[in-house]
C-alpha cells in the first residue's frame, strides 16, 4: 500500500485542482492520499467528488504556526471540519493572508521589482494566496529562475520582502485539532534549508503536550537528519511519516516520491475520531 499525507491543490498554493490531485495520484499508483492544503478545507468536497475508486482520500489541513519567532507548519488529519473554534482559528489565519501578500508585493515594488498584486491575486485565483504565488509572479517575470530561489533570496524569514502573519501557537493548534477530534503531525520539523527551525526541546514539549507524530521523510530532510527525527520519534513516543508535500508543477516534488507505513497510517485513523477516511482499497 502506497501512502502520500501530505498535498497541496489550488485551494492553497498547489497548481492542481482537486480533482486534478486525486485523479493524478490514481495514476501515481498511490493508495491513500491526504490533502493538506494550508489553512483551509476548501479542496475537500471537490477532491471527494472525483476520487477515482480504488484511492482512499484522508481529509486534512497544514496549519501556520509560529512559536518564539519560529515560524512551523501542523499537519492536522481528520478533524471535524465544522468544529467552531478550530473553524474560527483557521478563519483568523485565512483572513490575514491577503493583507500580508498585499505587503510582501509592495515590500518587492519598493526594491525596484515590477510585480503587481493583480498578477498576484491572477495566479492565485481562488486559492488561499501566499507566498509561492509571489514567487511564481517573481518567475514568470524573469526576476528569479524558480519558486526555492524567491525564497532564498527575497521570502524566507530573513528575506528583505518577508513579512509576517498571523499564526497559530502550536500548542493552540494541538489542543484545538484534539477538540475537533483530529491528530497532529510536525510537518518538515527540521527543513533547515526553509530557515529557523524549532530546537529538538520544543518538539520534546509538544509531544508532551499531545503531538501525535513528525514527518520524517521529506525532500527537505537528509538522511542523516532522517536518522535523527527517527532516533527523537523512537524516544518521544511519536508516529513517524513520510510525504511528498507535493505542489504540482510549482515544486520539483513528485507524488508518493516518499510515503507513509500503513502500520503508521492505520494508527493515525484508529486516533481520529473527527472524520474517517473516504474509503477506497486503502481505506
Known amino acids: 500500500m502506497r501512502i502520500d499525507l501530505h498535498t497541496h491543490s489550488t485551494a492553497s498554493d498547489g497548481t492542481d485542482t482537486p480533482a486534478e490531485l486525486v485523479r493524478n495520484a490514481a495514476a501515481a499508483g498511490l493508495d491513500v492520499i491526504a490533502l493538506t492544503d494550508h489553512d483551509t478545507v476548501a479542496g475537500h468536497a471537490e477532491a471527494r467528488a472525483a476520487r477515482p475508486e480504488g484511492l482512499t482520500l484522508v481529509t486534512g ?3 501556520s504556526c509560529r512559536i518564539d519567532g519560529v515560524s512551523l507548519h501542523m499537519l492536522a488529519y481528520l478533524f471535524d471540519p465544522e ?11 485565512r483572513d490575514d493572508r491577503v493583507p500580508r501578500a498585499r505587503a510582501i508585493v509592495a515590500k518587492l515594488r ?25 514567487a511564481t509572479a517573481l518567475m514568470d517575470l524573469g526576476v528569479v529562475r524558480s519558486v526555492d530561489e524567491a525564497f532564498r533570496t527575497l521570502l524566507s524569514h530573513d528575506g ?29 520539523p527540521l527543513a533547515v534549508k526553509r530557515g529557523h ?4 526541546s520544543v518538539i520534546a514539549e509538544l509531544a508532551a503536550a499531545g503531538l501525535d507524530g513528525i514527518e520524517v521523510d521529506h525532500m527537505d530532510h ?3 537528519t532522517r536518522a535523527r527525527l527517527r532516533a527523537m520519534a523512537a524516544d518521544l513516543g511519536l508516529l513517524t511519516t513520510g510525504s511528498s508535500d507535493y505542489h504540482g508543477s510549482r515544486k520539483t516534488c513528485r507524488l508518493g516520491e516518499y510515503t507513509t507505513d500503513p502500520e503508521i497510517y492505520g494508527e493515525i485513523v484508529r486516533r481520529a475520531t473527527g472524520a474517517f477516511p473516504v474509503p477506497g482499497t486503502g481505506g
Open 222 to 224: 537528509d538522511a542523516p
Open 83 to 93: 468544529e467552531p473554534e478550530l473553524a474560527r482559528e483557521r478563519e483568523l489565519v
Open 197 to 200: 527551525c524549532v530546537p529538538e
Open 160 to 188: 528583505p520582502a518577508y513579512v509576517e502573519k498571523h499564526e497559530l501557537d502550536p500548542f493552540e493548534a494541538i489542543r484545538l485539532v484534539k477538540g475537533a477530534g483530529g491528530v497532529t503531525v510536525f510537518a518538515h
Open 110 to 134: 519598493d526594491l525596484g521589482m515590477p510585480v503587481t498584486w493583480e498578477q498576484v491575486a491572477g495566479i492565485a485565483g481562488d486559492g488561499a494566496v501566499g507566498r509561492p504565488h509571489i
Open 61 to 63: 489541513a497544514e496549519l
